[in-house]
């Protein structure tokens, strides 16, 4: 709700969809690309995923996490500009590869796994609760496009999807 207040004040409003973004700023309406995870990897300068990497692993071990700010400066120091979206990213990549790098709201930083017990409690606290949420959210819209827009309609007519609903 703030969101849409501050929406409101400033004028700029932003829907996604797929990957492409309506912006409206001052009542005039702007289609621009959506920039996506590959879309930012693809930014990087060569060297940031690996280097991403090797920085994190020399912090093993949730005690020894390393913040987004230090984990930046430490990129800057290796001559990379980067921002948090782009470390994300590059810690993405990462974890896509299966290098165990962790991270935790808590803890505020990241850090390379220092056994199968943190990567298992990072996995049922952090992505499992992200997969589910996913799954549910396909489930729902599947079994609503299946009820207002079957497969077998060929004429082109649909129901409305709010119809007798008093909307």
Known sequence: MQGEVQNQITGYVTMSHYNRKLTVRNGEFHNEKRVTR????ASLEGGV???TGRIIELHRGKENAISKPKLKNALSKH???V?????RAAVH????QGIPLISSSGAKGYWFAESRKEVDEFIARELRPRAVDLFTSIRALESTAEKHFPRERLNGSQPMLFEGVGI
Do not use: P, Y
């Not at 921002?83 to 470390?87: K, N, P």
């Open 79 to 81: 001559g990379f500009k």
């Open 38 to 41: 590959l879309d930012i990897l």
């Open 49 to 51: 995923v690996r280097t």
């Open 83 to 87: 921002d948090e979206r782009q470390i």
């Open 93 to 96: 990549e990462l974890r896509q």
